[in-house]
């Protein structure tokens, strides 16, 4: 089978870190199937859940509750979204002060190929949901989700990408409304490569929208955030807290930009870019952009990389800590706040424990 | 306990002890005093095993083993004890978190079991407590917002916990009002004071060892001792300023 498929140039300014040079050869390859044990991917939160299998909704090993699963309305112009858009995914839609029976998890697990998969969530009025996304096995997992927020909704919604092996790329585009709050964060500490994209718009006052996680990378590793939060009415607040941890040869590149149109006076902003070093031969790309044009607006940032504090690792050291566990412990704490924002303690912890895990193997 | 022999070293090309030699005894508290930039905090970092510091020629050994042939990880497990002039501020690293994990690997280190958490808590609260370090202070992470008395507080509370063969304590008393002075006397004391341990403390001053009663008083000048004698010596230098005694 010959597959046609039209890939970004890293000449266009969003796509200049990117690497897609992996895709073409992933989305002509086939999945090998074959049976695939998820029992020991659920974190087990007693919600609602859906195991995905190379794209392909699993029903046996699923308890759907209120998301429908098939053709997901919607789409998108954007180059790697739009590969999703308009195949079978699922929709959790909730009326007016509705809320999910307990946190939804939703398993993707790859087996080799490509496999693309479009999600709505659509909340009324007052509605609230949680959910927690994770990535496993290969290949290629292209995402769409695309959210919807009524007044005063919310979502707090945590995604792990694990996949050992592949790329995993995630395009997210959100209108959070009035009062209403988008919460969500992210992981990557697997052995996959990964483009995350998204366009979160504030669009009723007083909307929150907080973007955030921990990106690790080692070996020849590449992952590339390109987030924009767009503020486009009053007093609205968003919170971009971003880590990014690279060892061996591998790349992290953060871009992320905090819009405030004209009308959006008020907007409260925080975005703050880190980025760890553990190896001179590997690089940290970070590209914080603030574009306000409102005149009362409160917008911090900041951006840094560096390497571990040496003092600090002595410090350590005379302790009696070996190198190793004083970077993986110093590693740690660098990463502690991005991910503490995880509402659920059991999926914190579940993350928590996949980072540390991660940060364990270091050599 | 330790002997040091003909020690030179230096940073950045830049030598800052000059062929020191001093022999420590089991049961026994040595004092090393001495003007700015004579080399002390350079011995304790040195002993330790900082990196940047080159060690050029001498020996140093650490109850028969050869120190500078360990990694500082390996000089703690061993029972050797730094307490900082300034103690270095780890942010997100909650003491208690970085204490049992330093502890439990100095044990794996010696071939000893790890401590359980609830035994470990109750040695970490038992020594906070002897100090008059509010224990819930072990909750927050390390040094992050304490105050100069706190830190060294805190450095003592380690060194009661960690339970060293020998502690060398750099300016341990710098930043200290006179209660906190006395807190931190009494815990080198009650830590230190055993025949099998001993201590050596590098200071400006002769007003912590009003609290802790050194056997011997050493001077370092230029990267040398210059001079030793008993506690007297500290007077007398305290009389007459290190400028007529190590000249």
Redesign the interface.
């Known amino acids: 089978m010959t597959t046609l498929l039209e890939l970004p140039s890293t000449r266009e300014e969003a796509w200049r870190w990117a690497d897609l040079s992996a895709l073409p050869a992933l989305a002509g390859a086939a999945a090998l199937g074959g049976t695939v044990a998820a029992d020991d991917l659920w974190i087990g939160c007693g919600g609602p859940r859906l195991l995905f299998v190379d794209g392909a909704y699993q029903a046996e090993a699923s308890v759907p509750g209120p998301i429908v699963v098939g053709p997901v309305a919607g789409g998108t112009d954007h180059a790697l979204g739009r590969l999703a858009a308009g195949a079978a995914g699922w929709t959790l839609a909730l009326g007016r002060e509705a809320a999910a029976a307990g946190t939804i998890e939703v398993v993707h697990v790859g087996t080799g190929g490509a496999s693309h998969v479009p999600a709505r969530i659509e909340l009324g009025e007052g509605a609230q949901a949680s959910i927690v996304e994770s990535f496993h096995g290969a290949g290629w997992a292209n995402r769409l989700t695309l959210i919807a927020l009524a007044a005063e909704a919310r979502v707090m919604r945590a995604v792990r990408i694990g996949q050992t092996d592949g790329f995993v790329s995630l395009r997210d585009e959100a209108e959070v409304g009035r009062g209403a709050s988008l919460v969500t964060t992210l992981l990557a500490a697997g052995g996959a490569d990964s483009r995350l994209d998204a366009t979160l718009v504030a669009a009723g006052e007083g909307a929150f929208v907080e973007h955030g996680g921990v990106l690790l990378a080692r070996g020849q590793q590449r992952h590339d955030l390109a987030a924009v939060v767009r503020h486009a009415a009053e007093g609205g607040s968003s919170r971009q807290v971003w880590r990014a941890v690279a060892d061996d040869r591998a790349t992290v590149g953060l871009a992320a930009r905090v819009e405030v149109a004209r009308n959006a006076q008020r907007t409260d902003g925080e975005q703050s870019l880190r980025g760890l070093l553990l190896k001179r031969s590997a690089s940290v790309n970070l590209k914080p952009e603030l574009e306000i044009f409102a005149d009362d607006v409160k917008c911090a940032h900041g951006a840094t990389v560096g390497e571990l ?4 690792l ?10 190793a ?2 970077q993986a ?2 590693t ?3 990463v ?2 991005a991910l503490g924002r995880i509402g659920e303690e059991r999926v914190r912890e579940a993350f928590q424990d996949e980072a540390a895990r991660w940060l364990g193997e270091m050599a | 306990m330790l002997t040091i022999s003909d020690l030179h070293a230096e940073i950045d090309g830049k030598a800052i002890l000059n062929g020191l030699s001093l022999a420590v005894g089991a049961g026994e508290v040595h004092a090393i005093m001495g003007p700015n930039g004579a080399g002390k905090s350079t011995l304790g970092y040195v002993l330790a095993g900082r990196p940047g510091y080159e060690v050029t020629a001498g020996s140093v050994a650490f109850n028969g083993a050869d120190l500078l042939d360990m990694a500082p990880h390996e000089r703690a497990a061993a029972g050797l004890f730094l307490g900082f002039q300034y103690p270095v501020e780890i942010p997100g690293v909650s003491n208690l978190q970085f204490l049992r994990e330093a502890l439990n690997a100095q044990r794996r280190g010696r071939g000893e079991e790890p401590l359980s958490g609830a035994a470990f808590l109750k040695l970490a609260r038992g020594q906070a407590d002897a100090l008059g370090f509010d224990p819930e202070m072990l909750k927050r992470p390390v040094n992050v917002g304490f105050s100069g008395g706190e830190k060294k507080r805190a450095e003592m509370v380690q060194m009661g916990i960690m339970g060293p063969k020998l502690a060398i304590l750099d300016e341990t008393d710098s930043g200290l009002d006179i209660d906190a002075l006395r807190a931190v006397g009494d815990g080198i004391n009650r830590i230190m004071r055993a025949p099998d341990k001993a201590v050596l403390l590098i200071t400006h001053y002769q007003r912590l060892l009003d609290y802790v009663r050194p056997d011997h008083v050493h001077v370092l000048a230029g990267g040398r001792i210059v001079r030793s004698g008993g506690p007297e010596l500290a007077l007398e230098l305290e009389r007459e300023g290190y400028g007529a005694i190590a000249a």
Not at chain 1, 309 to 312: H, I, T, V, Y
Not at chain 1, 314 to 323: C, D, E, N, Q
């Open positions: 504090d040496r003092q600090a002595f410090y350590l050291a005379s302790r009696g800590l070996p190198p566990v004083a412990l110093l740690r704490a660098f502690a706040d």
